[in-house]
């Protein structure tokens, strides 16, 4: 499922495409479900005519800003894509959604387990109220952190996961920076000191970044991954460390790593490195 760093790369390659400042002239969808906010018809009059002002992301959502006003917000959850075709390129049996752009190309969204959604606002998104800092602004820091979990007693693996704490981290991520923090995702998070909120504040920071730098995280080959614009693959299955690696040795201390269900979701940890809580 794609995090923040494959939903920023796609938000770059968007951008890259230059569809920017190009108008919206219809939207078609063969799922009517994908559309969150109201019915295909409405879609289609509420998207027509309105430019695409900029693209950006806001935690998962890939979010573009329409003039003279609106917003357009696409969540690609599991097997969502965007790409862009010529108008007269087949349709592949898994979209979802195909609409026309004023240069005669279009944008379309494939989708083969049909999770991902589109919303159309006509001001500020009611989602962006309830999520949790970016972890990559500066607005995110050590102490706004420590306030979060200072408040918590939940585990600190599900709670990063809670889009309202920090926006953007899945389980990929997430496992990545507790592993370079050394934490075990069942520690409470109340629990963990001023030390170790500072080493997983830098250790979020370091793995979104380094997700980002490597276009995103492409696990497998089949088209149920992740791909960016133009089936562009991430790299950064190179890069990780834990993630997935189970049986393999720690990259720290050569302990084997090992896999874990927290929250009825996959962990992988190193428990010489991250030690589990006593009691
Ligand atoms: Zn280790």
């Known amino acids: 499922m794609p995090e923040l760093p494959e939903v920023e790369t796609v938000v770059q390659d968007l951008r890259k495409s230059g569809i920017e400042g190009l ?48 917003w357009l917000l696409v969540h690609l959850r599991m097997t969502g894509r965007l790409d862009l075709f010529s108008k007269d390129s087949p349709l592949d049996a898994h ?55 200072s408040h918590s007693k939940r585990q600190i693996k599900p709670l990063l996961l809670d889009q309202t704490t920090v926006s953007g981290l899945g389980n990929i991520y997430v496992d990545e920076a507790l592993w370079q923090a050394q934490i075990h995702p069942v520690t409470a998070s109340n629990q963990l000191n001023d030390q170790s909120i500072a080493c997983l504040h830098k250790a979020i920071i370091d793995v979104l970044k380094k997700g980002i730098r490597n276009s995103g995280t492409t696990l497998g080959k089949t088209a149920l991954n992740y791909y960016s614009v133009g089936k562009r693959r991430g790299e950064n299955q190179e890069a990780l460390q834990v993630f997935r690696k189970t049986g393999l040795p720690c990259p720290r201390c050569g302990s084997v790593i090992e896999r874990l269900i927290v929250s009825q979701r996959s962990s992988h940890v190193c428990l010489q490195c991250q030690k589990p809580p006593k009691s």
């Open 95 to 149: 979209v979802r959604i195909r609409s026309t752009l004023s240069d005669g190309r279009e944008l379309r969204f494939t989708d083969i387990r049909k999770f991902g959604r589109w919303y159309f606002y006509e001001n500020e998104p009611p989602q962006f109220s309830t999520l949790g800092p970016e972890p990559l602004s500066t607005a995110f820091t050590p102490n706004v952190l420590a306030q979060k979990l």
């Open 23 to 70: 108008h919206f002239q219809s939207a078609q969808a063969f799922w009517p479900k994908t559309i969150e906010t109201s019915s295909p018809q409405v879609f289609d009059q509420q998207i027509k005519n309105r430019q695409i002002q900029a693209i950006s992301r806001r935690a998962k959502f890939i979010v573009f800003e329409l003039a003279p006003t609106g």
